[in-house]
């Protein structure tokens, strides 16, 4: 599991609906996946083609926000006698910076590609779009930040859904850094900008603080509702990107695959082939270390 405290919750939001639990082709469960934070080709009508996020900062002095736009893109593999299967590659598909009074926009630019590895071949679909960010001032010398995401990305006019997914930045949310200033919590804001707050229109993504409590200087913005300040328990033994839940029952679950199962699971997806090994190689001490741990009980 990662040190970085930020970096370890956005993993787990990254692949939610990814690897929550390592499933195979021939699994009867999850066989329609990446049904999170999907922002879609403007041609496939069923589901959004725009992420909006809108979050209010306190200034200090001479604030400014770096974002971050990170996501999963689809890879279709195929490989000799086998069906194809989707993969995911993780993306920073954008990065800008905002400043007080100004707005900033990136292109999002993903190439098509290919490549091989032995008889497995992947290939990738051009992905376009844009990002716009800007600050709004409001009374009381704070600002309200908006970052909207648009996926542009040309295709037939009616796709099949996994047509479409190729086309799609999976998993999208949105990482902001403020130097200057302090995010508010959407959820318990202050009494001054609670009207501010609940004016907020975030579209298909959810902002929280992340970090150490109460810094306020990092947001996570994804489709997964989290509480303010969420935490990986230091219990858990790597990521099982499941929203930072439940590890004990995915651990323990991950151990009663067939071997049938394990072997499919090794030969088509590395990243599940590895939470399998790690999952496998765990003794009696590492389970009993997720078992019956009280996190929410503290001296008030």
Known sequence: MS?????????????????????????????????FGGVHPPAWAADPSVMQTECLVQPASGWRVEIA????QLLRRTAPGEPVWQE?????????????????????????GSAREGEVVREWERIQGLVRASSTPL?????RITVRIENTTPTAERPERDEALLRTLVSTHTVLRVEGGRFCSLADPP????????????QGTWPVPVGEPGSGDVLLSSPIILEDYPRIAEQSPGDLFDATEIDEILTLRILTLSDT????????????????????????????RLHGTLREMRPL
């Open 3 to 35: 040190a970085d405290p930020v970096a370890a919750i956005a993993r787990a939001v990254l692949y939610e609906g990814y690897l929550l639990y390592p499933y195979t082709r021939s699994s009867a469960k999850n066989q329609v996946r990446w049904t």
């Open 88 to 112: 995911a590659q993780e993306r920073t598909v954008a990065s800008l910076a905002l400043a007080p009074g100004a707005g900033a926009e990136a292109p999002v630019e993903l190439a098509a």
């Open 261 to 288: 199962e394990k072997a499919e699971l090794r030969r088509t997806d590395a990243r599940a082939a590895e939470l399998l090994d790690r999952t496998e190689e765990m003794g009696a001490e590492d389970l009993m």
């Open 139 to 143: 009374e009381g010398g704070a600002a």
């Open 69 to 72: 736009i990170r996501c999963l």
């Open 191 to 202: 009494p001054g900008l609670r009207e501010a707050a609940a004016a907020c229109a975030n």
